[in-house]
T-cell receptor, first 113, second 109 residues
Framework: DAGVTQSPTHLIKTRGQQVTLRCSPK?????VSWYQQALGQGPQFIFQ???????QRGNFPDRFSGHQFPNYSSELNVNALLLGDSALYLC????????????FGPGTRLTVT | SQQGEEDPQALSIQEGENATMNCSYK?????LQWYRQNSGRGLVHLIL?????REKHSGRLRVTLDTSKKSSSLLITASRAADTASYFC?????????FGKGITLSVRP
């Protein structure tokens, strides 16, 4: 049973660039949520996708956008990168647009220089 | 904000002892979840308690919820070195999870 997978594992970008992170949910799950985790902090909710639509959004600027594909996989795009965007980006999957018992991927470590 | 705020921020105990972690949140929830994070296994769901429940058990874990006080506690009995990790109290409402800053638990062999 495949768990949540994310790619790439690590990424180094320069300020002002754009980045795309990818996530495949756990087999059987149809809902994907994205989180940003700064060092020493808890994960912060970015947004959730269900039925290919953004259903919930946290307090993040429009530079953060996403997409969900018909196979339930998802992408997180961040434009005009800032140094403060450096963090671990976590993807979590669940069922039915809910947040019950989310399964998290290993994350993508993004460093902005 | 529905942020869960954990107490204490750090806890160090001897293997075999019990660990109790507390959490408070600010607004209405429909569930309260606890997650664990360590470098080996990433972020893992431990237990969920719904707002109409008061206590729940899962293996060595016991969680309580007091909605009148907007607080929850997580008890880990007979701790093991492998329980060393960061523990997060997570307030759940309307499909959105709000994590606290976490509690760092160290279990000494």
């Amino acid at each position: 049973d495949a768990g949540v997978t994310q790619s790439p594992t690590h990424l180094i970008k320069t300020r002002g660039q754009q980045v795309t992170l990818r996530c495949s949910p756990k087999s059987g799950h149809d809902t994907v949520s994205w989180y940003q985790q700064a060092l020493g902090q808890g994960p912060q909710f970015i947004f959730q996708y269900y039925e290919e639509e953004e259903r919930q959004r946290g307090n993040f600027p429009d530079r953060f956008s996403g997409h969900q594909f018909p196979n339930y996989s998802s992408e997180l795009n961040v434009n005009a990168l800032l140094l403060g965007d450096s963090a671990l980006y976590l993807c979590a999957s669940s069922l039915g647009g809910t947040s019950y018992e989310q399964y998290f991927g290993p994350g993508t470590r993004l460093t902005v220089t | 904000s529905q942020q869960g705020e954990e107490d204490p921020q750090a806890l160090s105990i001897q293997e075999g002892e019990n660990a109790t972690m507390n959490c408070s949140y600010k607004t209405s929830i429909n569930n309260l979840q606890w997650y664990r994070q360590n470098s080996g296994r990433g972020l893992v769901h431990l237990i969920l308690i719904r707002s109409n429940e008061r206590e729940k058990h899962s293996g060595r874990l016991r969680v309580t919820l007091d909605t009148s006080k907007k607080s929850s506690s997580l008890l880990i009995t007979a701790s093991r070195a492998a329980d060393t990790a960061s523990y997060f109290c997570v307030a759940g409402a309307n499909s959105k999870l709000t994590f606290g800053k976490g509690i760092t638990l160290s279990v000494r062999p």
